[in-house]
């Protein structure tokens, strides 16, 4: 992997740090967070880009567009299943699990193309995965309620899914026509899921409305639209394990931003899981 390629990665990972700050700073409902941050970024996306979608929407296969379709239900599912799961058990327990999808990015991926990451990248994925466990969990671990657990579980597959059909999709669909396809298909996922649960889509004070935009800005356009671009050129294990450095950048910010002090052992989980990273990419051709 080129310097180019790495310096995005690791702009993509800073900015998807930043969602969980926005989203408590917010005070509005995630899954309404969730749908302006994906709604706005497709149609900023579109604005600047609506030339090159029009004449590449032409070429679209009807079999792509359902990929394409099934892409945005997934990044909207993996939003609302892994946000609706930390209702159901606590914070740790949920991101700790739903942080498990490049296991199944890396199941599907293979089923597709048949993309073999080296044995020498799944060790690093695993200890990646310790690590973030280590960061996650503090005191006793139980589950005192099945469903949490579950659907962060679901949230996970939602997530691999949607990274393993962007690293095929990516190959032969540009940045543009992608994920502004994607997005806007996520948006009327999550606008039936709000409409469902009676969430009220426009009723928030201007700070709120403010926090909706720099969540389209900053972790959507800047984190994984940027990420989707990067998946036409990188394996989709190095990809998705680089995302769990988004715990220890949110880590970090809360500490800055919140004044949230992580527990003493949360640091050495920050230390494996960066080492796991830095194992996947060393050895990403």
Same mark, same amino acid.
């Given at each position: 992997?080129?310097?180019?390629?790495?310096? #995005? #990665?690791?702009?993509?990972?800073?900015?998807?740090?930043?969602?969980?700050?926005?989203?408590?700073?917010?005070?509005? /409902?995630?899954?309404?967070?969730?749908?302006?941050?994906?709604?706005?970024?497709?149609?900023?996306? +579109?604005?600047?880009?609506?030339?090159?979608?029009?004449?590449?929407? =032409?070429?679209?296969?009807?079999?792509?567009?359902?990929?394409?379709? @099934?892409?945005?239900?997934?990044?909207?599912?993996?939003?609302?299943?892994?946000? =609706?799961? &930390?209702?159901?058990?606590?914070?740790?327990?949920?991101?700790?699990?739903?942080?498990?999808? /490049?296991?199944?990015?890396?199941? @599907? *991926? !293979?089923? !597709?193309?048949?993309?073999?990451?080296?044995?020498?990248?799944?060790?690093? +994925?695993?200890?990646?995965?310790?690590?973030?466990?280590?960061?996650?969990?503090?005191?006793?671990?139980?589950?005192?309620?099945?469903?949490?657990?579950?659907?962060? #579980?679901?949230?996970?597959?939602?997530?691999?899914?949607?990274?393993?059909?962007?690293?095929? #999709?990516?190959?032969?669909?540009?940045?543009?026509?992608?994920?502004?396809?994607?997005? &806007?298909?996520?948006?009327?996922?999550?606008?039936?899921?709000? *409409?469902?649960?009676?969430? /009220?889509?426009?009723?928030? /004070? +201007?700070?709120?409305? *403010?926090? !909706?935009?720099?969540?389209?800005?900053?972790?959507?356009?800047?984190?994984?639209?940027?990420?989707?671009?990067?998946? =036409?050129?990188?394996?989709?294990?190095?990809?998705?394990?680089?995302?769990?450095?988004?715990?220890?950048?949110?880590?970090?910010?809360?500490?800055?931003?919140?004044?949230?002090?992580?527990?003493?052992?949360?640091?050495?989980?920050?230390?494996?899981?960066?080492?796991?990273?830095?194992?996947?990419?060393?050895?990403?051709?």
């Amino acid at each position: 992997m080129n310097v180019n390629k790495l310096l #995005l #990665l690791i702009l993509a990972v800073f900015a998807v740090s930043w969602a969980s700050i926005f989203v408590r700073l917010s005070n509005a /409902p995630a899954t309404i967070c969730a749908f302006w941050r994906v709604l706005i970024s497709s149609l900023l996306i +579109l604005l600047l880009g609506h030339s090159m979608f029009l004449e590449e929407l =032409k070429s679209i296969s009807i079999k792509d567009l359902g990929y394409l379709a @099934f892409s945005g239900t997934a990044l909207a599912l993996h939003f609302a299943l892994w946000m =609706k799961s &930390l209702f159901h058990t606590s914070i740790a327990i949920s991101t700790t699990i739903v942080s498990s999808h /490049p296991i199944f990015a890396s199941l @599907f *991926i !293979f089923a !597709f193309i048949r993309e073999k990451p080296l044995r020498i990248q799944i060790l690093g +994925l695993i200890l990646a995965i310790i690590g973030i466990n280590i960061l996650s969990f503090s005191g006793e671990i139980y589950f005192s309620n099945i469903l949490g657990p579950l659907l962060a #579980l679901a949230g996970a597959i939602c997530a691999g899914a949607y990274f393993a059909i962007g690293r095929v #999709l990516r190959q032969r669909i540009s940045l543009v026509t992608y994920a502004s396809i994607v997005y &806007l298909v996520a948006a009327i996922v999550l606008f039936m899921i709000n *409409i469902i649960y009676h969430i /009220p889509l426009m009723s928030y /004070p +201007l700070h709120s409305w *403010i926090f !909706f935009l720099l969540l389209a800005l900053v972790p959507m356009m800047l984190g994984h639209t940027v990420l989707n671009y990067l998946l =036409k050129y990188s394996k989709t294990i190095t990809i998705t394990s680089v995302t769990l450095g988004e715990p220890i950048g949110a880590t970090l910010l809360a500490l800055l931003l919140l004044n949230e002090a992580p527990a003493t052992m949360t640091y050495l989980g920050m230390v494996i899981t960066l080492i796991g990273i830095a194992i996947v990419l060393l050895y990403e051709k």
